[in-house]
């Protein structure tokens, strides 16, 4: 019904840049917030930044001044601008939407995307 496809992972070196992208199709009503998580293996999924349909931002402290989220609600897509890459940076990037309204139906759900690699090596 809804699907979420993110873009703009690879390989950067330590200091470099990458934004990604995720978009949301369907039959979309509106999107409450819209955030962004990483997975490392091992560990549990984090949550990196958020941005709240008034897009309001919050970031985990360890990308505060390196990341910034934003969106475009007229093509529900969110962006994380990723700037002064560093090593702890490497993991699957999630895109996640929550409070998903969709025409013809009452309910509010939350949509993840498929991830999207982000590694920084030399």
């Known amino acids: 019904q809804v699907q979420l496809v993110e873009s703009g992972g690879g390989l950067v070196q330590p200091g470099g840049s990458l934004r990604l992208s995720c978009a949301a199709s369907?039959?979309?009503?509106?999107?409450?917030?819209m955030k962004w998580y990483r997975q490392v293996p091992g560990k549990e999924r984090e949550l990196v930044a958020a941005?709240?349909?008034?897009?309001?931002?919050d970031y985990t402290d360890s990308v505060k001044g390196r990341f910034t989220i934003s969106r475009d609600n007229g093509k529900n897509t969110v962006y994380l601008q990723m700037n002064s890459l560093k090593s702890v940076d490497t993991a699957v990037y999630y895109c996640?939407?929550?409070?998903?309204?969709?025409?013809?139906?009452?309910?509010?759900?939350?949509?993840w995307g498929q991830g999207t690699q982000v590694t920084v090596s030399s």
């Open positions: 369907g039959r979309i009503v509106s999107i409450n917030a």
């Open positions: 941005i709240s349909s008034g897009s309001r931002t």
């Open positions: 996640h939407a929550a409070g998903v309204r969709v025409l013809w139906s009452y309910d509010v759900r939350d949509y």
